[in-house]
């Protein structure tokens, strides 16, 4: 699809000023229906983002939207809001766009015109401190509030389970102590061999998930300072992540593929998903149901935490790239943009959307 083409390397730069008025993106009656790739519940609005630089705005669940003005026609892939008024949206050309006022207006922050490098996704800590990740190990941090962000090597260790090889009696000095006796893995300090795009970055509890292509799969501990390489249950690329109660979390991505596990990624077992679409985004209700969408149309849902899943295909088989909460029901964004979509009768428990 579209919002997963990735686009060729280049280097960062500073932003060369306020842009010209003809980058500013278009505004489009029909960009509600045009791709949108990411999006957040803020509140009582939704902010949505997508090709061509449009930001949308919704008061009403997605019944309405007003394209915001936005000083860019880089296609947008990523949005955070950390509060009702502060977001941050980055996307192609390592384009990185901040909002004071709710996402009404934006001003540009950072980017690399003469680049090739999607940024795909962005999270706020606090007020002031950020990540930006992206392509080919994109890392970008921020610490006043994403007006400057400087690059950062992104070195995982590797973390593996105790006992599934002889690696793991080893006393060697390259080993390095997890903090936590008890987890039952051994942590090294590894370099990759390779770029890998880094295609989300999903907040826990007290940890930070980071699904990336290649099979590979990342988790901080300490809010991003550092990384481990978690070990894979498949080679294909994950899109998204899905944390869940104390330590359990969902990975998915290509071909349908979906894995749990209950000891924040050490150890996982893998779930029918009845489809071999590929998976991209998920949500957990107020009541605790599980809803993830991905391509062709595709929405599973699971009322056991993740054990299992029941299809709900749509029929005009069009890509979704983002559920978010609205009310009782949920806004799917993705290939024919912004879309309403209430849970079958029979998939239904009591209690509307979670955020």
């Given amino acids: 699809m579209a919002?997963?083409?990735?686009?060729?390397?280049a280097v960062v730069a500073q932003d060369e000023g306020a842009p010209a008025p003809d980058e500013y993106a278009e505004i489009a009656p029909l960009a509600p229906k045009s791709?949108?790739?990411d999006g957040v519940a803020v509140d009582d609005r939704l902010v949505a983002v997508g090709e061509r630089g449009q930001i949308l705005l919704s008061s009403d669940g997605g019944g309405n939207w007003e394209q915001a003005r936005v000083p860019t026609r880089a296609t947008l892939t990523g949005a955070w809001f950390q509060d009702a008024d502060h977001g941050w949206v980055v996307g192609h050309d390592e384009v990185i766009l901040r909002s004071t006022d709710g996402g009404r207006v934006w001003e540009r922050v950072h980017y690399a015109p003469e680049n090739l490098w999607p940024l795909l996704d962005v999270w706020f800590s606090d007020d002031l401190h950020g990540i930006?990740?992206?392509?080919?190990?994109?890392y970008l941090v921020t610490d006043d509030a994403g007006l400057t962000w400087r690059e950062r090597p992104f070195e995982p260790r590797r973390a593996s389970v105790a006992g599934e090889d002889a690696a793991a009696e080893s006393t060697s000095d390259d080993a390095a102590p997890s903090?936590?006796?008890d987890d039952?893995?051994?942590y090294e300090e590894e370099d990759l061999g390779f770029d890998v795009h880094l295609n989300r970055i999903v907040p826990a509890s007290d940890r930070l998930y980071i699904p990336a292509e290649a099979g590979q799969i990342f988790r901080s501990d300490d809010g991003g300072e550092t990384w481990l390489r978690l070990p894979s249950p498949y080679e294909g690329s994950f899109y998204g992540a899905l944390p869940l109660e104390a330590d359990t979390v969902l990975v998915f991505g290509l071909r349908g593929n979906l894995f749990r596990s209950e000891d924040a990624g050490l150890n996982w077992t893998q779930v029918d998903t009845g489809t071999e679409a590929m998976l991209t985004d998920g949500i957990v209700t107020d009541d605790g149901t599980i809803v993830i969408v991905g391509l062709a149309g595709v929405v599973i849902v699971s009322r056991d935490d993740g054990r299992s899943f029941t299809l709900d295909q749509q029929a005009d088989r069009k890509g979704f790239s983002r559920i978010l909460p609205a009310g009782g029901e949920f806004v799917l964004l993705g290939e024919?943009?912004?879309r309403r979509y209430q849970l079958p009768?029979?998939?239904q428990l009591s209690g509307g959307a979670g955020s």
């Fill in 345 to 347: 009768r029979e998939m």
């Fill in 35 to 37: 791709l949108l790739l």
């Fill in 3 to 9: 919002w997963l083409a990735l686009l060729p390397l």
């Fill in 179 to 181: 903090g936590d006796e």
């Fill in 184 to 186: 039952g893995a051994w």
């Fill in 336 to 338: 024919s943009g912004a």
């Fill in 132 to 138: 930006a990740v992206g392509a080919y190990s994109r």
